[in-house]
């Protein structure tokens, strides 16, 4: 039981979590962050004043999940009312622990949320919750709480509506981590003021985390590793000239600072400081070259910082005495190296991995929930070190559950660090960090009172941990041939981008028979690591999404065509959607792929396509939901580049539409029978070349506004620059009247392409050139009404659908489709005058529609991938796709419009008819709340028995009404369902078989259960819902029907 007794009532009351899974979940990734936060908090708080018997734990989504998702909350509770002090002193934990948004306390009368996005207060301010709920309220019935406290209802939490209500509090730039790095990048700016260079800065910074690590590090009984008195008994031993209360005294006394650091040094070993030469002299020399260069000026400025004193540039406070060391994440140190590094760099194909990234990966080919330990891990562009430091944690994890949850020593972790892991980075600099976080990672697993008399770090750099270029061949442990099949599992994110290949690595590429396209080298990263790999043993990266499945240039399917065929590919999760709140400067999208060093096997491999949900959750974790899910066969993913835009965006349904649409005629292949030229517009660039056939001719730069399907080529000015670097002599043809001018870039006004169509210029007589940005086709007057349907087809809303779901570019990267994607989109048949009946947007989406005789069922497909999906990818938290189910205009209505459930109901049981007959009785019933507290999920049911009446009926219901029957849902699907899954709120979208009793009958029900989204309820949905229902029903009847076969043949045995 909690101490306070309040978790059991928000379990009772409000569907959270048992509070034994808050303290101990089952779940290996639940139970990690729940021991961290009580080896970080809860040793700490217990030795406050009031804190006594508190109980730390986590609030997971899904806390019998073995994945490592951030929980929703800290969980502290507490016996007793607290003071002010013990709760400042917690919250401050809190905030520095940086792995959960939220911290929840609970006292015997109320149960309060804070925001660990927040900086703490100073003393004069005030700390304000988020939410509180007294003991009275949750005691009260759920009739009397509906109004209020649903706030805080299990729903709520889970779905993130909660952050989202008070998304002015949980603002991810606050969190801690996230300050501590605004603090070290302006006192790093202040110190290169003063003439210190980076490598020494970075190092010096370090060295600080460090120290103040131990001595914010506390043992089991709550003693700092590092103390005032520590300090003391190194004066009383003459390795330090004065006695020190804390590091900024330290730091104002050169001499000293560099002594304590020696002294450290030797105790440590490892790579943390100068004097790593071969010989006692080159030691030597490197110490004293560091101790001339550091001066007291640049060691007064690091004392201020440390003290909380000095003033940041930034404008914000010096929040260093703030943190608690002990508490914030190992991994952050990897972060602010990268963060220093991309800032001073110019290749933006280097890129810091998110801490939630790596966990996500790791999670796949690395889980917690295993006693294997002894396994060889290489990084293969290992930056500073994060997806080594979190497989360094999962192998001590593993190792104590081998070993009974025994105390792993020192000598244990140095092995570990010495035979399973290793590292090989480019850049010195990165090395040097990644050992760094190494050691402190080696140190948070072992209990403060050894580290003086047992820790000695093991020489990683140049070890385990190579500066090198990875395609180089004469350095061991990682040559392709001598090195070959040595280990167990590859990880990293491998560094790319357009002519990004080293020399070594264009030798590598062609002495092992692998190109790839634009010269880019994270693709190789692959084939090299497969053949340092154990047969059967796995790779898990990050690769260029571009490179890996949209580009279907010769090159870049060549290399998938032989890496799919030579590997088996187990699953690729497309980052595209969500590459801006992954990386903040990355233009290009990503993807993860692991694949098994084996030959395919024929199982398909799993496709999986997240979005972002736009709450606070993008922050910490990737939110995966059912319809981002699809199978891809090995043969198919080779063979068809279009399966990889087409189910980013759709469904099953949209690839053979579009692979249907795909055979039929486009102004591509009409150019290839030699019956239309085309060419980009002409690229100023450099201004090389002289064309003198581009005077005289105008220009098209923009459409005028009032364009439409016809351009005025008399308002265009006329252009008198031959100058050009691509004047496009060799299609000059396509700048010949008449001509489509076809616009590259989706436009954000109209949210659509455009084309229209020139005339010869009277005044000029000639055609007309344009810009880069167009795409100009002629075709001779004979085949003009060729131009006038190809016309029709880009302006239409079906050329937005076709290229979303055919281009890669323009699915993943910009809204700018290349010239040979514009040219691949289907045209209808033309006959002359087409235009002449056109006079509105709306007349050319219905000309389309009935040109390529669309059924309603695949128009249902092009409107919702126009109308919702697109515009939810483009826009932000006000797109159509993301706003309420419910109605606006009645919402104080009794009985309200359901119009959005009502369609998507219709087109769900159209399907149903369609497969098993118009006969078939099929109705639907929405539940519709009818007060004012609404709860973040819809719930639907479809019944598989008529009972006459409406085919939709809306059925009213309270909030509580609801709620218990979604609890009642939520325990049949856990009984159906595996319990790791998590129950209905944590999926989001849910679907579940019953039967209920209507009318004195027996009627099989299926409920719908998902987010309150218009995006989850669109009519092309319920086609996808309904297929994958109507295909469960067959294959019941098809096990059904093979059970009466056997038990038939057994009775006639």
């Known amino acids: 039981m909690s101490q306070s007794g309040l978790l059991e009532l928000a379990h009772e009351k409000l569907y959270w979590t048992h509070p034994s899974q808050i303290w101990q979940p089952t779940g290996a990734g639940a139970s990690i962050y729940a021991r961290l936060a009580e080896e970080k908090l809860g040793r700490t708080i217990r030795t406050l004043p009031d804190g006594a ?59 309060r949320v804070w925001t660990c996005y927040e900086e703490p207060p100073t003393e004069s301010e005030p700390l304000t919750s988020v939410d509180e709920i007294s003991r009275r309220e949750l005691e009260s019935s759920l009739s ?30 606050k969190s801690a981590d996230q300050m501590l790095l605004n603090n070290l990048k302006s006192v790093r700016q202040q110190l290169k003021k003063l003439r210190l260079d980076y490598n020494t800065i970075h190092d010096l910074l370090a060295r600080l985390i460090f120290i103040q690590f131990l001595f914010d590090r506390k043992d089991s009984q709550g003693h700092p590793a590092l103390t005032p008195e520590f300090l003391d008994h190194l004066h009383e031993i003459g390795e330090l000239s004065a006695r020190y209360r804390g590091l900024p005294e330290l730091l104002s006394n050169h001499r000293d600072t560099y002594r304590f650091f020696r002294w450290l040094n030797d105790r440590f070993n490892g790579d943390l400081f100068p004097g790593k030469g071969a010989t006692e002299a080159e030691r030597e020399a490197e110490w004293r070259t560091e101790e001339q260069k550091v001066t007291q000026r640049h060691l007064d400025l690091l004392a201020e910082f440390v003290s909380g004193e000095l003033e940041m540039e930034t404008g914000q406070r010096c929040l260093w005495k703030q943190y ?64 080594l430091v979190k497989a360094f944690q999962r192998l001590i994890h593993r190792w104590k559950k081998a070993n009974g949850g025994a105390e792993i020593t020192s000598n244990i972790l140095k092995s570990l660090l010495e035979r399973n892991l290793f590292g090989i980075d480019i850049n010195p600099q990165a090395v040097r960090v990644a050992s760094f976080s190494l050691y402190l990672t080696m140190c948070d697993e072992i209990d403060p009172r050894h580290y003086w008399q047992e820790v000695r770090f093991p020489r990683l750099r140049d070890r385990q941990l190579i500066c090198a270029d990875f395609f180089r061949e004469d350095r061991e442990e990682f040559r392709t041939q001598l090195d070959a099949d040595q ?68 090159t870049a399917k060549k290399f998938r065509e032989k890496l799919f065929s030579q590997f088996k590919i187990e699953e ?6 969500l590459r801006f709140g992954l990386f903040k400067d990355a233009i290009s999208p990503t993807c993860i792929i692991t694949m098994s060093v084996m030959s395919p096997d024929g199982e398909p491999l799993i496709y999986i396509c997240p979005k972002p ?48 649409l795909s055979k039929l005629n486009s102004l591509g292949e009409m150019e290839k029978n030699e019956m239309v030229v085309s060419t980009q517009g002409i690229i100023r660039g450099n201004r090389k070349e002289r064309d003198e056939t581009l005077i005289g001719k105008r220009i098209l730069i923009q459409f005028p506004d009032e364009t439409f399907l016809f351009l005025k080529t008399e308002q265009l000015d006329i252009n008198n620059d031959p100058y050009a670097e691509r004047p496009r002599k060799s299609k000059s043809m396509a700048f010949e009247s008449p001509q489509l001018m076809i616009k590259q870039s989706w436009q954000t006004k109209t949210k659509r392409f455009r084309a229209a169509i020139a005339r010869l210029d009277q005044q000029t007589q000639k055609g007309i050139i344009c810009t880069e940005s167009y795409v100009s086709v002629h075709v001779d007057e004979t085949n003009l009404s060729v131009l006038e349907a190809a016309c029709v087809s880009y302006n239409s809303k079906f050329a937005v659908y076709y290229l979303l779901l055919s281009s890669g570019r323009f699915a993943s990267y910009i809204p700018e489709v290349k010239p040979k994607d514009l040219l691949r989109v289907p045209i209808p048949k033309s006959r002359a005058g087409l235009l002449n009946n056109i006079e509105t947007i709306e007349d050319v989406d219905l000309y389309i529609r009935e040109a390529f005789s669309f059924k309603d069922s695949e128009w249902i497909l092009i409107e919702d991938i126009f109308n919702y999906t697109l515009p939810d990818f483009k826009g932000d938290n006000y797109s159509p796709g993301r706003q309420t189910t419910r109605s606006s205009s009645n919402q104080d209505t009794q009985n309200k419009s359901e119009s959005v459930l009502t369609e998507y109901c219709e087109y769900f049981m159209r399907v149903l008819k369609a ?125 059904l029907d093979k059970t009466s076969e056997v038990m038939e043949e057994s009775s006639r045995g």
């Open 572 to 577: 690729i999760v497309n980052l595209s959607a």
């Open 915 to 1039: 497969g098993f007959g118009q006969d078939k009785n099929v109705y639907a019933t929405i539940f519709q709340e009818h007060n004012t507290a609404y709860l973040p999920i819809r719930l639907v049911a479809i019944h598989l028995k008529g009972a006459g009446g409406e085919v939709v009926q809306i059925e009213p219901i309270d909030s509580p009404t609801l709620l218990e029957q979604l609890k009642r849902l939520d325990k049949l699907f856990l009984d159906k369902a595996n319990q790791d899954d998590g129950g209905i709120f944590y999926q989001r979208v849910a679907r579940i078989y019953d039967s209920v009793q209507l009318n004195g009958q027996t009627v099989p029900t299926i409920y719908l259960i998902k987010p309150d989204k218009i995006r989850y309820w669109t009519r092309s949905m319920a086609l996808r819902d309904a297929d994958e229902v109507a295909a469960d029903i067959m294959m019941w009847r098809s096990e």
């Open 487 to 554: 280990y167990d599992l590859v990880v990293g994110n491998a560094p790319w981008g357009k002519n990004s290949m080293t020399p070594l690595a264009k030798s590598w590429a062609k002495d092992n028979q692998w190109e790839t396209s634009y010269g880019d080298i994270g693709l190789l990263f692959l084939p090299k690591a497969a053949a340092l790999t154990k047969p059967g043993g796995q790779i898990a990266m990050m690769q260029p999404a571009l490179a890996l499945i949209f580009n279907q240039v010769g």
């Open 324 to 387: 608690s060391f002990d508490a914030i994440p190992l991994e952050f140190i990897s972060s602010i190296y990268e963060e220093f590094v991309r800032e001073n760099t110019t290749d933006k194909g280097v890129h810091y991995t998110p801490g939630h990234i790596v966990d996500f990966i790791l999670d796949g080919v690395l889980p917690w929930d295993s006693e294997v330990w002894d396994i060889k891990i290489l990084d293969p562009a290992c930056g500073s070190g994060i997806f």
């Open 144 to 173: 009397q709480q509906a109004a209020d406290t649903l706030r805080l209802h299990w729903a709520e939490l889970v779905s993130g509506q909660f952050f989202q209500d008070h998304q002015k509090r949980f603002q991810r730039s």
């Open 53 to 111: 018997g508190v109980q730390v734990g986590v609030l997971a989504a899904n806390p019998h999940g073995d994945d490592t998702k951030a929980p929703i909350a800290i969980v502290c509770d507490f016996p007793r009312p607290i003071s002010e002090s013990t709760l400042r002193e917690t919250y401050k934990l809190a905030w520095s622990f940086s792995r959960s948004p939220s911290l929840i306390t609970t006292e015997p009368d109320r149960l």
């Open 613 to 660: 949900v736009l709450t606070n959750q993008d922050d910490y974790h990737l939110v995966i939901e059912p319809q981002d899910i699809n199978i891809i066969y090995p043969q198919e993913a080779i063979e068809n580049p279009l399966v990889w835009t087409a189910l980013m965006w759709g469904g099953r349904r949209d690839l053979a539409l579009v692979r249907r």
